[in-house]
């Protein structure tokens, strides 16, 4: 399982009556399957991986060397660093585009119910982007680093598509759903397969 999501996983000492989701947006016993799809422990975990396993994972290598040393920002206030993420088809899985239903999908029944999933083109002018700008507060460094990692998406012939995408609890009262929301920049192969990164952000 990859550090982000463990974080995702953790309940931080609050117990909502033994609920899978206490206190985190993922359910502390979800595991992550050789394919990247993540669940309930007999759903993911032994799947074969098909045959564009290994570019989806270079891939996901690659945005990563990109990103060395970002934080995931976007108004975090943890410090947590992006990490490789991929998950590739295979006969029964596949992406066929970026959107809400593709997206819960890659977390099955682990993922909290009542969740807000967000999605936006992966680019410089989005509203999301503006999270960006507000974290560099003028450091032009900081969003030149931003741009490249944005420009190689952009650049990636792989990719059909790229996205932003923001995984958050819908109600900001109740703490089911915690405070350790995931957050992905992606791309979709033309297979189905999806590459690129995962960060979290803590909003409390």
Not at 25 to 35: D, F, K, N, S
Not at 113 to 123: C, H, K, N, Y
Request: net charge negative; aromatic share 8%; glycine share 12%.
């Amino acid at each position: 399982m990859l550090e982000n999501l463990i974080v995702c996983q953790d309940n931080y000492g609050v117990d909502r009556d033994g609920s899978p989701w206490s206190n985190n947006i993922l359910a502390p016993r979800a595991v992550q399957g050789p394919t990247g799809l993540v669940g309930m422990p007999g759903t993911v975990d032994s799947i074969e991986p098909g045959p564009s396993h290994a570019r989806a994972k270079q891939l996901a290598g690659a945005a990563a060397a990109v990103a060395a040393g970002m934080h995931t920002g976007l108004g975090s206030e943890g410090s947590e660093a992006w990490e490789a993420y991929f998950v590739s088809a295979y006969d029964e899985w596949r992406a066929k585009a970026i959107n809400q239903p593709t997206i819960r999908s890659l977390f099955g029944d682990a993922l909290y119910p009542a969740t807000d999933i967000t999605i936006e083109r992966l680019s410089t002018d989005g509203e999301w982007w503006e999270l960006v700008e507000d974290d560099a507060g003028g450091d032009e460094a900081h969003l030149a680093q931003w741009r490249r990692l944005v420009g190689w998406f952009d650049a990636c012939s792989d990719f059909v598509e790229t996205a932003y995408v923001a995984i958050d609890r819908t109600d900001d009262v109740d703490p089911l759903g915690g405070c350790v929301y995931p957050r992905l920049l992606i791309g979709r192969l033309a297979d189905g397969s999806l590459a690129g990164l995962l960060g979290v952000v803590v909003y409390t």
